[in-house]
């Protein structure tokens, strides 16, 4: 959030008001020196109050009679780029995007500055149609520039959302070598190499444990917990994440929620989320204790959780964006675990983790600083989306052809992807690929993907690139596809479940990593392991001979359904009773282990 400060005596010789006089970083995020007298003082007040939280008073102050007086005070003196990018700055942040993307272009008329770029490049990144224009925009911030890690980072990203992953991988390792203290950077470097083909568990563990060491010193952590070592008594079991809202994460979560038995444990949710929506207020009726923990500070969420004498804390994020691992890194409970980390949290704090013996093979654990439970049927499930479309005949037998399809993110499309892609349609005459990604909204996207297939022996017209679509649309597009292929290193997993209840076989390619593994482990659950290749040959051979099994296709698409209905992957009672029983077992350890510790104490 923005902040107003005064200026400082350094910059008291530069001229006054231009914009690239006025910003700095503090411990609160961006920082905005400014001059007494030089800002209106309705924009000092609109800033207190969004600070405060009221953000309707903060935008009721941003009216047309008071917008009308800062284009006249810019008007008299063009010099006014500092109060042109705080009105900007304060309009963008209570959601009136198109009137600040207005300002922010008006000052670009007078000064280029990086920041202004970086903003409106955020503004770009609320729409997958705009991710081309977002990336040249992080481009210019960098020219402005050349330092800032958090651009080269978010360039980044726009060329991995752009087709374009090799490059963009190169400017995330440039992001962490020029910024190796900020945490969110490092994991931006270490989460897309999950999309990197031939990166080995060794490197993340490695990686993560120093991400862990840096940013979640064992120094910071409680090593005093007052709850009663009773091994059998009524638990507190905490769970935080910031995905308690429309995500995906809440929609495998919700089952386990719902059938978690109550008469042993109480559950208490914390919830990190920055706008609550109807799912945020449904989970808050689910828990015994629901907090939104959102824009504390982790110590103070972490002494909060400690009030509450949750007796094991569960985070469901590992380390995806908007994590709270930096609360689990105070050891407000006794025992900790993750359950939806892709890689090791690298964090000691954390005492388990919750996986399966597909995902991770018993020779794999030692690459995880966590103890590693496995849970029997998986550690992947599936809620039947309600009033799904019917399943329907195999496309093929109506259009004469094999149509493929991928609805992974494209940041997992890499060139191997791609490459193997392109061999299967080579090698299976007039067969379509229909791939689904957000950014195909994006039409310089889409023609990057077309011109990498037909550089590859591909014409165009044997592809459909799409991009955000409304759920029920989605689940219906799926019925026009004959065989999934999944990408790799990193699988699928909601895409891939989605799938197969709208009776479309996958073909995967299984790995060494976590990620790389999803594949087999939910086709393993249905028995289908016959799809999951061992390697890129025998992904092409597999792809190619099942395009050839028409008839056996149409058997499989119409039994997949009742098939996902009977397995462990659509059981949320199986889920919910093996998560239990690992809670009561890392809880009957922690038990055994203040036993011993007081009998060491007591020199029994």
């Known amino acids: 959030m923005t902040t107003l400060s005064p200026d400082s005596p350094r910059h008291a010789s530069l001229p006054p008001g231009r914009l690239q006089t006025l910003l700095s970083y503090d411990e609160e995020g961006l920082g905005i020196r400014v001059e007494a007298g030089r800002v209106p003082d309705f924009l000092l007040e609109a800033n207190r109050r969004l ?4 953000i309707e008073e903060a935008g009721r102050l941003l009216d047309p009679a008071h917008l009308a007086s ?8 063009p010099a006014h780029t500092d109060v042109m990018y705080i009105l900007a ?3 963008m942040e209570i959601g009136r995007i198109q009137e600040a993307e207005r300002w922010y272009l008006q000052i670009l008329d007078r000064d280029a500055h990086a920041f202004v770029y970086r903003d409106l490049a955020q503004i770009c990144s609320l729409h997958p149609q705009r991710v081309s224009e977002m990336t040249r925009y992080y481009e210019k911030s960098l020219e402005a520039d050349p330092t800032d890690a958090i651009a080269m980072g978010s360039l980044g990203r726009g060329l991995m959302l752009c087709g374009r992953p090799e490059e963009g991988l190169a400017w995330f390792e440039q992001a962490h070598r020029a910024a190796p203290e900020i945490p969110g950077i490092h994991e931006m470097y270490l989460w897309n190499m999950h999309y990197q083909p031939g990166v080995e568990r060794s490197f993340f563990f490695r990686e993560y444990a120093e991400w862990g060491r840096r940013h979640a010193p064992i120094q910071s952590s409680r090593t005093v917990h007052h709850n009663t070592p009773e091994a059998d008594r009524c638990l507190r079991i905490g769970f935080i994440s910031p995905d308690f809202r429309r995500h995906s994460v809440a929609i495998a979560f919700e089952p386990l929620l719902d059938g978690m038995d109550r008469n042993g444990m109480r559950l208490y949710g914390y919830a990190s989320v920055a706008d609550p929506d109807e799912v945020t207020n449904r989970f808050a009726g689910k828990f015994d204790l629901f907090r939104n923990i959102h824009a504390l500070h982790h110590e103070k969420v972490a002494d909060q959780i400690a009030a509450d004498g949750v007796d094991i ?7 995806c964006s908007g994590h709270c691992l930096g609360v689990l890194a105070y050891k407000p409970a006794p025992v900790q675990v993750d359950y939806g980390g892709i890689s090791t949290s690298g964090i000691a704090q954390i005492d388990y983790r919750l996986t399966d013996e597909i995902l991770d093979p018993p020779e794999t654990l030692s690459y995880y600083t966590e103890t590693s439970l496995y849970l ?4 992947l499930s599936f809620a039947p989306p309600e009033n799904s479309p019917p399943v329907v005949d195999q496309p093929a037998l109506r259009n004469g052809y094999v149509t493929f399809g991928s609805f992974n993110i494209n940041p997992k499309i890499s060139g191997e ?14 067969s379509r690929l229909v791939l689904k990604f957000p950014a195909g909204d994006d039409s310089t996207v889409r023609e990057h993907y077309y011109g990498l297939f037909e550089a590859m022996g591909v014409s165009r017209d044997r592809l459909f690139i799409w991009g955000r679509m409304p759920f029920w649309d989605y689940l219906s597009f799926l019925s026009g596809v004959d065989i999934a292929l999944d990408a790799f290193p990193y699988n699928g997993c909601i895409t891939t479940l989605e799938a197969l209840w709208m009776g479309v076989p996958i073909v995967t390619l299984t790995g060494d990593t976590w990620v790389s593994r999803a594949g087999l482990s939910i086709l393993s659950r249905l028995g289908l392991e016959v799809f999951a290749a061992a ?5 092409v051979e597999k ?5 050839g099994q028409i008839p056996e296709l149409q058997q499989i698409r119409r039994a997949l359904r009742e098939m996902m209905l009977h397995s462990p992957l659509c059981d949320p009672a199986r889920l919910a009773r093996e998560v239990q029983t690992a809670l009561r077992t890392m809880w009957r350890r922690w038990c055994e282990g203040q036993r011993v510790s007081t009998e060491v104490a007591h020199g029994a």
């Open 70 to 77: 800062v284009e006249a005070l810019c008007r008299e003196d």
């Open 543 to 547: 792809a190619c001979g099942f395009a």
């Open 376 to 379: 029997p049927g998986g550690a």
């Open 51 to 54: 600070r405060e939280g009221r």
């Open 89 to 91: 700055r304060l309009l």
């Open 417 to 430: 992807v791609l490459t193997l892609w392109a061999k299967i349609l080579r090698a299976t005459p007039n």
């Open 313 to 319: 804390l569960v985070e469901l994020a590992g380390h």
């Open 535 to 539: 390697d890129a040959q025998a992904y």
